[in-house]
């Protein structure tokens, strides 16, 4: 007799394949690397003040650590609850729906993340590339760099560098990103002492000094660059304080959520960390990468004040930004004043000056593999309850990297950067690269808001159940308090033109549509698939997976 053909699995096989490669001290470097001060805290929220003048740095700080707290508690809870490769795609399908987990989490993990490899590049040639090619008196490479062949080159190079880190594998990139650590720390400890024992005046006469001999500028580049941004585009810093704390600080808020909204990105890798389940280490992990990052920022916000200028500071930045935006006023130095750059200006030595950008460029190398690590995990895990093709969720036997995953994100990412760089309406696209995280997250604040009622089972076996607030669960406190705070800075990115991303940018909307609705498409195909083929994602998804 003819065998009858076995009924597929509920998931595409009894266990990941994962390991847990990772402790919580790992856990920790990842979470304090994505909080970037230096690759993204400098270069998009701290170099930004100009644009709201009468606001105030710390404040606006303070006020962002706070409310992104909130979203650390939440996915502490969330993580502690169920532990597993995928992080809001496994959380969102649990406790909300398949289809709403998989087009939140795809769009946000996946697509939008091959939108991000041009502006890690971007940041690479700002921070480190141009810097060098500078120092080094390469200026036809500095002007090379920004072209759109240097662009795309540039772009690829960062593809491949996040690409080789992740292929390591999880024990293999902790190495490289704990050395980076060590390293990135050791460049802000010797850029603060130069900015601590240093003189505004001292500093002025250097800055002057290599102006003139890096780019040929005459006179008090200084004192021009102060003139230019106010004469030229109307900018007239307060100096620091802490008044106003909020009104017009608030709208700060938003910029500063471009840096600092990223401590819980190794919530999808949390299936490979060891002790995840206990609530008390995952929020401690996040909360001080998150509460240490927001203090070296405060701390170099006052040392620039007193040792750069506050006026200074923060017209070199308004004039750079306004150049870009289409000022008539050219920079007085033709790159982004970079402030470990210029705090090497104050040693006259071009050796230190270049071992100086190259040790902050552990920032950046620390930090790279941020771009493919966890959304791989994502496609994983979509591609484990059986939506994605089987494919996706191979997994290397050797180094446990799911390769099929790195390969769905590094392709495309490419294609990607080609056009950012050749096809220039494109780049305003790339707006929207925040904003999506940010409704992703937003979509898990649900689930952990409704968590305890939705899946009491899951709830009451978890860590995070011991926890209460007024009688009401730590966890749907801190998620209600996530969804005002993030969709309060949702409301401001698409309804307030300072932003450029809504009203300012309506054609960054109509390509995010699309976006979700390529998303939906892949699912609605996935659910009629594998209905014909007997497997029924319903109750896949009322299942946790093995790890």
């Known amino acids: 007799m003819a065998a009858a053909p076995e009924a597929p699995t509920l998931f595409l096989r009894k266990a990941t394949g994962l390991v847990k490669g990772w402790n919580a001290f790992d856990a920790f470097v990842y979470a ?50 169920m532990p597993r490769a995928g992080g809001d795609y496994v959380w969102q399908s649990r406790i909300l729906s398949g289809g709403v987990a998989f087009v939140l989490s795809v769009t946000g993990w996946w697509f939008i993340l091959w939108h991000w490899a041009p502006i890690y590049g971007n940041i690479l040639t700002i921070q480190i590339l141009q810097p060098l090619a500078a120092l080094l008196g390469l200026h036809g490479l500095v002007d090379a760099l920004v ?173 750079y930004w306004f150049a870009i935006y289409g000022s008539d006023v050219a920079p007085t130095i033709p790159l982004w004043p970079y402030p470990p750059l210029l705090a090497s200006f104050y040693v006259h030595n071009r050796l230190f000056q270049i071992l100086m950008v190259l040790v902050f460029g552990a920032w950046f190398v620390g ?50 950067s080609a056009l950012y760089a050749y096809w220039s309406p494109f780049v305003t696209y790339t707006l929207d690269a925040t904003l999506v995280i940010a409704v992703t997250y937003l979509g898990s604040a649900v689930a952990a808001t409704i968590l305890p009622w939705r899946r009491p089972r899951i709830y009451e076996n978890s860590a995070v159940a011991r926890y209460r607030i007024g009688g009401l669960p730590l966890i749907s406190v801190a998620g209600f308090l996530t969804l005002l705070f993030l ?7 698409l309804f307030d033109e300072l932003y ?24 609605v195909v996935a659910r009629i698939v594998r209905k014909r083929q007997g497997v029924d994602l319903t109750r896949i998804y009322q299942e946790i997976p093995v790890e």
């Open 487 to 493: 969709g309060w800075a949702i409301y401001k990115w």
């Open 147 to 319: 072209t759109k062949n240097g662009v795309f080159v540039v772009s690829l190079l960062t593809i491949l560098l996040a690409g080789y880190l992740v292929s390591l594998g999880m024990e293999g990139y902790a190495k490289v990103q704990k050395a980076c650590f060590y390293l990135a720390i050791v460049g802000l400890v010797a850029m603060f002492a130069i900015m601590l024992f240093g003189s505004r005046s001292g500093f002025e006469s250097a800055f002057n000094q290599e102006a003139a001999s890096l780019f040929g500028a005459s006179g008090n580049v200084y004192r021009e660059t102060i003139r230019a941004a106010a004469e030229g585009n109307g900018i007239s810093m307060k100096e620091v304080s802490l008044s106003p704390f909020f009104g017009p600080t608030l709208l700060l808020v938003p910029f500063m959520l471009f840096w600092i909204l990223y401590p819980n990105w190794g919530a999808t890798l949390y299936g490979e960390v060891r002790g995840a389940g206990d609530f008390k280490r995952v929020f401690s992990g996040m909360f001080w990468g998150l509460w240490i990052t927001a203090a070296m920022a405060i701390v170099f916000v006052l040392l620039a004040a007193k040792t750069f200028g506050w006026e200074f500071f923060n017209a070199a930045n308004a004039n």
């Open 367 to 416: 930090w790279a593999g941020t771009l493919f690590l966890s959304s791989t995990r994502v496609i994983f895990a979509a591609a484990f309850d059986r939506i994605l093709p089987e494919w996706a969720a191979n997994v290397s036997e050797r180094r446990h990297v799911p390769t099929g995953a790195l390969l769905l994100m590094f392709i495309p990412s490419i294609v990607i």
């Open 32 to 81: 304090f690397m994505s909080v970037n001060l230096v690759t993204l805290g400098m270069y998009y929220s701290l170099s930004v003040l100009p644009f709201v003048p009468d606001g105030q740095a710390i404040p606006a700080i303070l006020i962002s650590a706070i409310g992104v707290s909130f979203l650390v508690v939440t996915y502490a809870g969330l993580i502690a609850a």
């Open 500 to 523: 450029g991303i809504g009203v300012g940018n309506p054609a960054s909307l109509v390509y995010l549509a699309i976006l979700y609705a390529i998303a939906l498409v892949i699912y």
